[in-house]
């Protein structure tokens, strides 16, 4: 187990990062009056109802809400003009018997929240059908992952 948070386990799979269970909420788009639209990767989300995407709280970005997380620093999948980044970060989550490989485009939830992964507003839906679970149960797997344990600067 690499996480001490018993609230969300990760576990090393090969070059992969498994996260068996987490609790996963969505995030953006326009039903979201919380959020401005902006993401670290420089996609917004509102006005675009089919982006899927996820968010991940990832080590080395200075945010105080991630200190402590277990994922490792990496690239975001969109570049800040949201061009593709091919060494960015991939999940795929599992909710049930559906699965989706998607790019992870934002930083978070914050630790406090106990939420291991947010969605966007289609990915959620694709998962439940409507935004009024509001949480949901998921698992997820961060494509090479592994690969990058160790190597953030300063990111406890």
Known sequence: ??????WFPVVRSGD????????????????????????AS????????????????LAGYGL?????????????????????NPDGAWAEVTCGLLTLKLPVIDLGPALRTRHGIDLTVAAFKHFVGDL????????????????????????A
């Open 1 to 6: 187990m690499l996480s001490p948070l018993d």
């Open 16 to 39: 992969d990062l498994l996260v068996p269970r987490a609790a996963a909420t969505w995030f953006g788009g326009d039903a979201d009056p919380d959020d401005h639209g902006q993401t």
């Open 42 to 57: 420089g996609v917004p989300t509102k006005g675009q109802p089919t982006l899927l995407g996820c968010a991940l709280p």
């Open 64 to 84: 105080k809400g991630l200190r402590g997380t277990p994922l490792p620093m990496m690239a975001l999948a969109c570049t800040t003009t949201a061009l593709p």
């Open 132 to 155: 009024s679970q509001g949480v949901i149960t998921v698992s997820y797997r961060l494509i090479r992952g592994a690969l990058y344990l160790g190597r953030e600067k300063g990111a």
